[in-house]
Structures are given as C-alpha cells and as structure tokens.
C-alpha cells in the first residue's frame, strides 16, 4: 500500500466505526474538495452509496457554481440530502470581529440541525494540517450539551481505539481527514477522478484555495487550471491554504473562539 492507500483505508475504518457506534449519525457537506472526499469515502466504505443523511448548513451566501454542483451530485450520488438554514448575522456574538461573526452563523445553524435531527454522531472533513486550532482536535471528538468542545478534556486515542461517551444532549464529532494533507486531498481526488466545483482551478490568474462564503473567502493568485497545476503548485507554495479566508486575518483568537462554541 502507498501513502494514500493508507489514508484511504484509515479513513473508511474511521467511517466504518462511527457508523457502527453512533445512531442517529450525519455527515457535513460543505461541496469543497475535502468534504467530496469524505463523500466519496463513504461511498466505498459502504458499497456505493451513503447509508446517513448528508447536511448542508446554508448561509444563503455560497458561490452559485456551489450550489448548482450540490444540486446536480445530491442526484448522481444518490444522497440523502438534510438542508438548514443560519440565523442572521444580528443575532451573533457582536464582539467578534466582521467575518468571525459571519462566520458564527454556521454554528448556530449546525447546532440547530444537530437537535432538530437528535444526532448523536457529526461526521465532519477538518485537517490537522489546515488550521493550527484544527491541530488540537481528536478523530472522535465529544461535544457537550451545549455544542461546545473543551479543548483540555479530550479523550486519548491509542492504536486507533476510539472512544464515544455519551451523557444526554452531547454528541460525537467523527474527523475522517484529520491526518490527510492538503496535497494529499489533492492528490486523491486526481487518482479517483473526484468532481469538484471549478472555482478551485484558475482562471485570469487567481483561483480558490478554500470555499466558504462570498463576501468572506477571496481567491489566491494562481495559474494553476489543472489537477496536475495544482498539485505541482502545492509542492512548492507557502501560501496558507486558508490566505483568501477573511477571519483568519482577524483577531489571534477569532478562529479559536469559533471552534470551542461549535464551528466546524
């Protein structure tokens, strides 16, 4: 096996294991390149199709390519797709900075979706190597009542045993990519042939990174228009993968603050 033989099989015995544990169990899709990964290993975790519910947490601010690309794979991949809205700006933490708050809204929209659907298991495509703050998460990860995640109080995780405690109203946070790299996620999806929304390959110099909302994610310069461009890019930038993310340009602890109250 080579090194994304090895990552695939983690990930589908991660998948296998949430899946077995963790009822009623959803999985986070976002429409990015990491979250079509995390799609696509459960589709040969499990046969071909996706045996949980997949959840869009709409902001209503996503690029059309986005929405247009969910509409058309929620069909090809037979999807068993929960759709949920966020509550507007005006009702988030008015002391975090401009696109933190906005940013917030799909906290409140997850946490909504999470107690609408009494989940006990969130499936959901972070990596370690994407955010510092990322770093600090457990592949099983507990949530508590209230959504939050207390960084100090994570269970350990020896030989790939996973632990899912379960108190009333807590859920699990299941991370799949957590070891993947970005070049990784990028040299997966041109082995399998994985779709992607084409805001990720460049066009009059500059493409997307990361996908987010539109009046909080800006593209990087690039030229790279090809799955074999943006591998050959990566391999030699020291651009931040998140570089075009507005909140990651806020305060130190903006993005910090977000992930303990429940941000994906």
Same mark, same amino acid.
């Given at each position: @096996?080579?090194? !994304?033989?090895?990552?695939?099989?983690?990930?589908?015995?991660?998948?296998?294991?949430?899946?077995?544990? $963790? +009822?009623?169990?959803? @999985?986070?899709?976002?429409?990015?390149?990491?979250?079509?990964?995390?799609?696509?290993? *459960?589709?040969?975790?499990?046969?071909?199709?996706?045996?949980?519910?997949?959840?869009?947490?709409?902001?209503?601010?996503?690029? =059309?390519?986005?929405?247009?690309?969910?509409?058309?794979?929620?069909?090809?991949?037979? !999807?068993?797709?929960?759709?949920?809205?966020?509550?507007?700006?005006? &009702?988030?933490?008015?002391?975090?900075? %401009?696109? *933190?708050?906005?940013?917030? =809204?799909?906290?409140?929209?997850?946490?909504? @979706? /999470?107690?609408?659907?009494?989940?006990?298991?969130?499936? *959901?495509?972070?990596?370690?190597?994407?955010?510092?703050?990322?770093?600090?998460?457990?592949?099983?990860? %507990? #949530?508590?009542?209230?959504?939050?995640?207390?960084?100090?109080?994570?269970?350990?995780?020896?030989?790939?045993?996973?632990?899912?405690?379960? &108190?009333?109203?807590?859920? /699990?946070?299941?991370?799949?990519? !957590?070891?993947?790299?970005? /070049?990784?996620?990028? =040299?997966?999806?041109?082995?399998?042939?994985? %779709?992607?929304?084409?805001?990720?390959?460049?066009?009059?110099?500059?493409?997307?990174?990361?996908?987010?909302?539109?009046?909080?994610?800006?593209?990087?310069?690039?030229?790279?228009?090809?799955?074999?461009?943006?591998?050959? &890019? !990566?391999?030699?930038? #020291?651009?931040?993968?998140?570089?075009? =993310?507005? @909140?990651?340009?806020?305060?130190?602890?903006?993005? &910090? +603050? $977000?992930?303990?109250?429940?941000?994906?």
């Amino acid at each position: @096996m080579d090194h !994304l033989d090895q990552l695939e099989a983690q990930s589908i015995f991660i998948l296998r294991e949430a899946y077995r544990k $963790l +009822r009623p169990l959803a @999985m986070l899709w976002s429409l990015g390149k990491d979250s079509n990964v995390m799609v696509w290993l *459960a589709k040969k975790a499990f046969l071909g199709r996706v045996p949980f519910p997949v959840m869009h947490v709409d902001t209503g601010k996503k690029f =059309r390519e986005m929405y247009e690309f969910r509409d058309e794979y929620t069909k090809k991949w037979e !999807l068993d797709l929960l759709l949920g809205d966020c509550p507007p700006v005006e &009702e988030m933490d008015p002391s975090l900075p %401009p696109a *933190a708050r906005s940013a917030a =809204r799909k906290t409140a929209g997850l946490a909504a @979706m /999470i107690e609408k659907h009494r989940l006990q298991g969130v499936i *959901a495509g972070i990596r370690r190597d994407e955010q510092g703050t990322r770093a600090k998460e457990r592949v099983f990860s %507990p #949530r508590g009542a209230s959504h939050k995640w207390d960084i100090r109080n994570q269970p350990p995780e020896f030989w790939d045993q996973y632990a899912t405690p379960h &108190e009333e109203g807590m859920h /699990i946070r299941v991370h799949p990519l !957590l070891s993947w790299r970005e /070049i990784d996620i990028w =040299r997966y999806i041109e082995r399998e042939g994985i %779709p992607l929304v084409d805001l990720y390959f460049a066009k009059d110099g500059k493409r997307y990174r990361s996908l987010g909302d539109q009046d909080i994610t800006s593209p990087v310069e690039s030229n790279a228009s090809t799955l074999a461009e943006v591998i050959a &890019e !990566l391999e030699t930038t #020291r651009t931040s993968e998140r570089s075009g =993310r507005a @909140m990651d340009h806020e305060s130190e602890d903006a993005f &910090e +603050r $977000l992930r303990v109250a429940g941000y994906l």
